[in-house]
């Protein structure tokens, strides 16, 4: 399985009885419906949008998915037992005609990938997948991004800085010799390897997403993790720590992986280009409007830690995380415009650089990638409205 989002440094308890809760329970909204709202200037349901909007997330409820949630209104109805919230799609507070379904991802579907669950439910609309993944996966899961809501993966590496005054960099973790601990199967450390930047014997891939190896060590591993999470929770939130850790960005190492593409299965690119040609651009207003304004990023923020409770699955997130998560994304660039003043195209010339970086590898793994696959196959930009950027 390839890792994308197996982060699972604070689950605890993931019997299948705590996977299994039955139940719903509705916000505190208004009682009306989206039968009862009036559409506003985009109208999906005249585009021939599914009704229910389904998108597969990657992990559970998270700041990262924050321009998601705030596709969200009042009036949402939580599934306990599935792990989904369901509610009228919004356009920056108008309804679009359609609901929208988000899926949580990572316990809540036994840590299968979203591509994976795309194919597996075709009620499922969108789904969040890798660049890499889609390389891999074009002979069995084949998907077309439509929408990259992360212009660089917030995965990367860290360290203790005591432990390693002089480390800036990856790379310099390569030079220093030293041990980093990381999941099994994340392609970007065979890059690394690869590349030179780091050696096979520096590599560990006994981490099990806890802190414990990290912390008894003293801070002499360095580990993976995502900048959005992991260096605020080991200072804050792990007290046998309780003190900061520096890190870098996979893709500021040099491995620039779309992390989120929002993706559909290939045929719906033309089945459902009407659709895609509206969706797409509340998408990426939905994105704007969460980290340009704090009333939609305050109440998205509340919904999120409102799913974590009650979806219950383990997973532990606190405001202090949100927060931090939030404002890391922007000023680490893990949320920003392309090369260009548009939020959420991508870019051909990095699509391409991946691409290059991972068929090698791919091949020597014995991968089949699907026969004539060309970089531009695994995304578009059609869809894309170029006036819309932070």
Known sequence: MRITRTRAIVLTGLAAGSLAL?????SPGPEETGDDLAIGSVDLAAADCPADIKIQTDWNPEAEHGHLYALLGDDYEIDT???TVTGPLMASGEYTGVDVTILAGGPAVGFNQPNQQLYADDSIFMAYVGTDEAIAHSVDLPTVGVFQPLEKDPQMIMWDPE????????ADLGEAGATIRVFPGGVYIDYFVGAGVLSADQIDTTYDGTPAVFVSEGGKLAQQGFASAEPYIYENEVPEWGKPVKYQLINDAGFPKYAAMMSVRPDDVDTYADCLKLLVPVLQQAEVDYYTDDA???ATNALILELV?????????????ADYSYETMLSDGIVANGPDDTLGNFDDDRVAELFDLVTPIYDAQGVQIADGLAPTDLYTNEFVDPSIGL
């Open 22 to 26: 039955a139940g719903c329970a509705s």
């Open 81 to 83: 037992t599935n792990k």
């Open 163 to 170: 432990t390693y005054p002089d480390v800036e960099s990856i």
């Open 296 to 298: 939609v990023k305050d």
């Open 309 to 321: 409770d009650q979806y219950d699955t383990g997973w532990v997130y606190s405001q202090g995380v």
